[in-house]
């Protein structure tokens, strides 16, 4: 289970493969390569089209998230229109629209929003790739709705008392998007360089986005 | 604890401490997303038969399995239940690639 592959601290940025699973024929890894060989037999997709659908979620990444933050950061129009119609400003960004309601809530002094799916994984996938193994986990998933502040001080994340925390819980038709606070001190910023400081787990709400 | 609740249903209840743990998805973890994704767009797989399959699953088989062994789970058991794939060119398949075990690819 997710619970047992802790993050390597020392390689920050690349994170062990589940052990035994990707040089281990176990039942499942036998029963998706079955599935996918009877499909591609089938003439009901190939092994090209799955190639290319793992190549485009490989594409996926919280980058395309943080350009969306860094533009209503900078935009005061766009700012609105993501916070309401979050999928027409993706499009406009020239992203995918996505496949399911996309709503955006945001970060103030007065309110700190975190997102989860108590049921499953459901997440902003198009914007931030896929979600990490602790989003899935059982201890996230029961406890984030009933003690958010230990579980974002659990992250390292303090939210003063001045501000209440609101915990949105995903759906299959409906996926949020955390707008954080911008950092101080980055004023006259490029989007660019904004979009660098906007972390995944901002996005999630865990966390806030880097101070520069 | 709340028996009418599904195992997948566990909001609020109590857990452990949350730990940030990630690990990079194995090809075979990103063909099973893939799979999920081109059954959805060929219509033949929706996220609430997805749903239903993982949720169908017995509290122990649910906490034993990873993510995507459910994932895969979920989707064979659609395949199955649309005719789209039968259980026993399935499991023939199956005992095919495990008497082959050429790694998975």
């Known amino acids: 289970m997710s619970e047992h592959h802790h993050h390597d601290e020392s390689v920050p940025h690349r994170h062990p493969l589940r052990a035994d699973q990707d040089d281990t024929l176990t039942y499942w890894r036998a029963m998706e390569i079955a599935v996918r060989e009877l499909l591609i037999d089938k003439e009901i997709t190939t092994a090209d089209e799955v190639r290319r659908e793992v190549e485009a979620m490989d594409n996926r990444t919280p980058a395309h998230g943080g350009r969306v933050i860094a533009r209503a950061w900078s935009d005061p129009d766009f700012r609105k229109l993501l916070l309401e119609d979050g999928n027409a400003a993706c499009e406009a960004m020239g992203l995918e629209r996505g496949l399911y309601k996309l709503v955006a809530v945001e970060n103030t002094d007065k309110v700190h929003n975190v997102v989860v799916c108590t049921l499953c994984s459901c997440y902003p996938r198009f914007l931030l790739g896929l979600p990490p193994d602790w989003y899935k986990s059982r201890n996230y998933r029961s406890r984030v709705i009933s003690d958010p502040r230990a579980v974002l001080g659990e992250f390292g994340t303090v939210v003063g008392d001045d501000a209440v925390v609101r915990v949105h819980d995903s759906t299959a038709d409906m996926r949020y998007l955390v707008v954080p606070k911008r950092p101080s001190g980055t004023e006259g910023f490029s989007e660019s360089k904004l979009a660098e400081l906007v972390t995944r787990d901002a996005m999630i709400g865990v966390s806030f986005a880097r101070q520069p | ?105």
Do not use: C
Not at chain 2, 45 to 53: A, I, K, Q, S
Not at chain 2, 56 to 83: P, V
């Open chain 2, 1 to 105: 604890m709340n028996t009418f609740r599904g195992v997948h249903d566990m909001g609020g209840l109590p857990a452990g401490e949350v730990v940030a743990s990630e690990h990079d998805f194995a090809l075979w973890e990103k063909r099973v997303d893939a799979l999920m994704v081109l059954l959805s767009r060929k219509n033949l797989l929706t996220v609430d038969e997805l749903r239903r399959n993982i949720e169908s699953l017995g509290a122990d088989a649910y906490d034993k399995m990873s993510y995507y062994e459910r994932w895969i789970y979920a989707i064979t058991q659609t395949l199955i239940q649309r005719g789209v794939v039968s259980i026993d060119e399935l499991g023939r398949r199956i005992a095919e690639v495990q008497a082959r075990d050429d790694g998975g690819n």
